[in-house]
């Protein structure tokens, strides 16, 4: 217990440091922007192609699963909110999560602990320069926004895939057809999912560029680290999503 406490602790800490850095990396040189954006162009940019799927395969299920079945019941209209809690609120931020994390938090892991066995760590430090906010704070803020746009994107194809699904069992034109998904949609909806997907993205920085850090002097450890990185990851994000969804129960209901 007081190891987890320790760990928590210091996590908490490592995360306000991060947090801290962000505006004085403003101020750096064009090198910290420069890792920024080729985080986002990895984390965000690459994986369009197997969020598209993902999102293509949930609106198709959804349709084909649920339109039937709703049909019988003379319910189809209950098909659009159906789609926004789905895919809006639920599976949208937490797959794009799933992937980010297949993606990134191996990656982010294992090239930090690699700088640290190499002791690239330790020159940055001999020259001044900080670790965390040369390091640390580019990472956290390209997979947070990177996060953040996937989760967008995620949910706008999943909306426009059940759109075409849906012209096969009743055909609607366009304008009628989101013109009920905008109805559907509510505010809380938009606002559940935003935090959801930020608060994915700060976890699975954190927690991969962490274990990365954490690793000693054995050039073993640096798979290790990867490995825990996404196990932890993807256990904080589900504890994060559950949290949240009762969160959004409790006031929305």
């Known amino acids: 217990m007081p190891a987890l406490i320790g760990s928590f602790l ?23 922007f420069k890792i920024l954006v080729m985080q986002i162009l990895y984390t965000f940019v690459e994986a369009l192609g197997i969020a598209a799927f993902l999102a293509l395969g949930i609106g198709v299920a959804v349709n084909v699963i649920g339109m039937p079945f709703l049909s019988r019941l003379s319910q189809e209209r209950l098909i659009y909110p159906l789609l926004i809690t789905i895919i809006t609120r639920e599976l949208g931020p937490l797959l794009g999560a799933f ?43 390209g997979v947070t926004l990177s996060m953040f746009l996937l989760n967008i994107y995620f949910s706008l194809f999943g909306l426009v895939a059940s759109f075409l699904v849906a012209q096969f069992f009743n055909p609607l034109p ?13 505010l809380p909806d938009l606002c559940i999912s935003v935090v959801k997907s930020l608060a ?11 274990r990365g850090f954490s690793v000693e002097r054995a050039s073993t ?8 990185a996404v196990g932890a990851a993807f256990a904080w994000c589900i504890v994060a999503d559950i949290l949240l969804s009762a969160l959004y129960y409790m006031l929305v209901g």
Request: glycine share 8%.
């Open 99 to 141: 992937i980010i994390i297949a993606r990134s938090a191996t990656a982010i892991a294992t090239e930090i602990a690699g700088m640290v066995i190499s002791h690239e760590v330790e020159a940055y430090i001999s020259v001044g320069v900080d670790p965390i906010e040369y390091l640390a704070v580019p990472r956290f803020i």
């Open 200 to 210: 994915f993205g700060m976890i699975i920085s954190m927690v991969a560029i962490i």
């Open 174 to 186: 366009a304008a009628v057809y989101f013109n009920h998904l905008l109805q559907a949609l509510t």
């Open 10 to 32: 210091y996590s908490l800490g490592f995360f306000f440091k991060t947090l801290k850095g962000v505006g004085s990396m403003m101020l750096r040189e064009q090198v910290s």
């Open 221 to 228: 450890e640096i798979p290790v680290a990867g490995l825990r």
